[in-house]
């Protein structure tokens, strides 16, 4: 009985690892994704973030000025992609692939040149890392929690506050915002920075408290699980955090049935486990399972005047 | 704030803003060589000898560029059609898949001229099927394309992997890859066949695919603006009310240019496996897809301004390789932030600039410019 006990804990607390980084990316994507701008550059975003996150908890030998250097980075490519989709009216899409192909080569160069390890920071140790704060084996530290508290956190912006109403109207129908004298570019700005908030607490998650420094590529497309997450999600906080979870179950049944041989199945291919999150959305995507609809003016810039 | 913006001249729009928009990503790369502590003018001298220096590297240069004109044009064909195709790094890798199987069933059997056609053919077929997936969601189910190309892309080398390290390793081999090809599925390499015709250059990985990507340069111009589906499609893209008026199906439209791009990417894996690395390896598509976009974007979805933009891109690659070599602080990677910048500003900031360049080119406002 014991076993299973510890079984269902161990697993609970590697789902909760996984998915912790998930959760805070997909929240910020929401605030992106509800007031119309589209954000495939979250991986980007993320991977800036862990890097900036690693190599200043290096320098300065704290973990929380490597928080804030995650957040300011990821705020940074999150402003570049409002420079170019809010102001410039550029394509979304473009943009945030843009964003993702300048993450994956800025942080190798750059951590090539300031630390000369083929693109990874020094191992992190003791105050430069976030340690766990009640349950010493299960990596339960601050972020953790604090993606737990952001899932509330977004529905309550989202769903009862007026900026939450002004953030939804303005992905639906930002002509009907223009016309009641609200910026809709100001909406959409303060949205993307949310975003680069939440995927900045997401990449230092992976660099500075999860894993033991930056490696290259290392949010490994885990920035699209979480855009996957939010479809799957149908746009709302607490249906994608549940598919975060299911995400992150499935990642962490994918290491556990490494090589072991399931009854009656055989040995189940790792590569299968950890493409379903994929081929989910895709499903559910054809409409298959329910029916996920975007925000209406999700991808289109506004134009003021025509 | 209301004045009236004239529109820029077409040479302009053609050729300028490109130059502009080059210029600008150029710029921002030498503020990023500088703080790594590289001296910017330095980098880009490297940089352009490396690229064609010497003749082994525009060889190099030009095998860069085969590639670059496959996933340019895949991208450009989708474009037209008013789809974005994010999916060219998976069709890529499954269209390899496809030549690779090919040409493992059957290159004990057949001669070279039966066998390169028949893996160049099997290339585009696989290719155009991964793509046919997303393109029907997005034609019956109503699925975004750019999401499902996205899922598909990571659907692909999950694939990959597994068919890799599980059924098609070589027997005996530590890493995931196939046998190697016979001699009768290799694509012959540029320097053996001049050296044939009695002209010495130096060995580099270019090979005859080069002629592949300029038949699909010409068979993309001709399709999209000579034959009556390339006009549908180019309808379709512009204006898929007036498409469906002219009696267009847009479902069968989607299909057909997805299924064109996808293919057009899948002959990335010609170029790679037949050309360079003669078996079936991992991970050989290497950004090419998400590059195309850049191509695209900057060639203005024309062939012409494609094969001038790939030509760019492989420089690029190319130099790029050689900086690396030669100043050690600046490492390859250095390649694909450029590409990344190029996106920004040809794509996602093209508008940027040009404000400015009306304000040089057009200065007369106001009274003249309306009437």
């Not at chain 1, 495939?40 to 200043?56: D, I, P, R, S």
């Not at chain 1, 000369?116 to 010493?136: E, F, I, K, S, W």
């Not at chain 2, 793509?131 to 969601?137: D, Q, S, T």
């Not at chain 2, 991992?282 to 024309?302: E, K, N, Q, W």
Request: a positive charge.
């Amino acid at each position: 009985m014991d076993d299973v006990l510890t079984f269902v804990f161990l697993m609970l607390a590697a789902t909760l690892r996984v998915a912790t980084p998930l959760v805070l990316c997909a929240m910020g994507g929401l605030f992106s994704e509800r007031s119309g701008i589209i954000d495939v550059g979250l991986e980007g975003k993320m991977l800036m973030a862990a890097f900036f996150a690693a190599a200043t908890a290096s320098l300065t030998g704290s973990a929380w000025w490597g928080v804030v250097a995650a957040i300011v980075a990821a705020q940074a490519m999150a402003l570049l992609h409002g420079f170019a989709c809010i102001t410039h009216r550029g394509n979304q899409v473009v943009s945030g692939v843009a964003i993702n192909i300048v993450a994956a080569g800025l942080t190798v160069v750059l951590g090539t040149a300031w630390f000369n390890r083929g693109g990874q920071t020094p191992a992190l140790v003791g105050d430069q890392r976030l340690m766990p704060l009640l349950l010493p084996n299960a990596g339960d530290n601050v972020l953790v929690y604090l993606a737990l508290l952001s899932v509330p956190l977004t529905w309550w912006i989202v769903e009862r506050t007026r900026f939450g109403l002004r953030l939804r109207a303005v992905g639906e129908m930002p002509l009907a915002v223009d016309t009641a004298g609200i910026s809709v570019s100001w909406l959409r700005y303060r949205a993307v920075l949310l975003c680069g908030l939440f995927a900045g607490l997401a990449g230092a998650y992976l660099s500075i408290a999860q894993n033991a420094g930056f490696g290259r590529d290392m949010t490994a497309g885990q920035g699209f699980i979480a855009l996957a997450a939010i479809i799957f999600g149908k746009w709302r906080p607490f249906p994608a955090f549940g598919a975060c979870l299911l995400f992150g179950l499935l990642d962490a049944i994918a290491i556990r049935l490494q090589g072991v041989k399931v009854p009656g199945v055989g040995e189940v291919p790792v590569q299968l486990i950890q493409a379903l999150p994929y081929l989910l959305t895709v499903f559910l995507l054809a409409g298959f399972i329910g029916r996920a609809v975007a925000p209406r003016a999700a991808g289109v810039p506004y134009a003021k005047e025509h | 704030m209301s004045v009236p913006r004239r529109p820029l001249p077409a040479w302009a729009e053609i050729a300028v803003l490109p130059l502009v928009n080059i210029a600008l990503a150029l710029l921002v790369v030498g503020v990023i060589v500088r703080v790594i502590g590289a001296d910017p003018l330095q980098a880009l001298k490297l940089l352009v000898v490396g690229a064609i220096g010497s003749s082994e590297s525009i060889g190099y240069t030009l095998y860069y560029t085969t590639n670059f004109v496959f996933t340019g044009l895949a991208v450009a064909v989708a474009f037209h059609a008013g789809l974005f195709n994010i999916g060219g790094e998976g069709q890529a890798y499954i269209g390899g898949l496809g030549c690779g199987l090919a040409v493992l069933a059957l290159d004990r059997f057949l001669p070279a001229p039966l066998m390169i056609p028949l893996a160049i053919l099997a290339a585009a077929l696989f290719g155009a099927a991964w793509a046919a997936v997303p393109a029907w969601l997005q034609a019956w189910r109503g699925s975004h394309i750019v999401i499902t190309t996205i899922m598909f892309n990571f659907l692909a080398a999950a694939l990959m992997v597994y068919l890799m390290v599980n059924v098609l390793i070589a027997p005996g081999s530590m890493t995931p890859q196939s046998r190697g090809f016979a001699a009768s599925a290799s694509i012959p390499a540029m320097h053996d066949v001049l050296a044939a015709i009695g002209i010495r250059v130096a060995p580099s990985a270019l090979n005859l695919s080069i002629l592949l990507a300029v038949l699909c340069c010409f068979g993309v111009w001709l399709f999209l603006w000579h034959t009556p589906w390339g006009y549908a499609l180019r309808t379709m893209g512009h204006n898929p009310d007036a498409a469906v008026y002219a009696g267009t199906n847009l479902r069968h439209m989607t299909m057909l240019a997805m299924c064109l791009s996808g293919a057009l990417a899948g002959f990335v894996g010609v170029n790679e496996l037949m050309g360079v690395h003669h078996r079936l390896v991992l991970d050989f598509p290497a950004g090419y897809g998400f590059a195309g976009i850049a191509v695209a974007l900057m060639g203005r979805s024309h062939p012409l301004g494609i094969v001038l933009a790939a030509l760019l891109f492989g420089a690029l690659q190319q130099g790029g390789a050689e900086l690396a070599f030669e100043i050690p602080t600046i490492t390859r990677e250095m390649v694909v932030v450029i590409q990344g910048l190029i996106i920004l500003f040809s794509g996602a900031l093209v508008n940027m600039p040009r404000p400015w360049l009306q304000l040089i080119l057009s200065p007369r406002r106001g009274g003249e410019g309306v009437k």
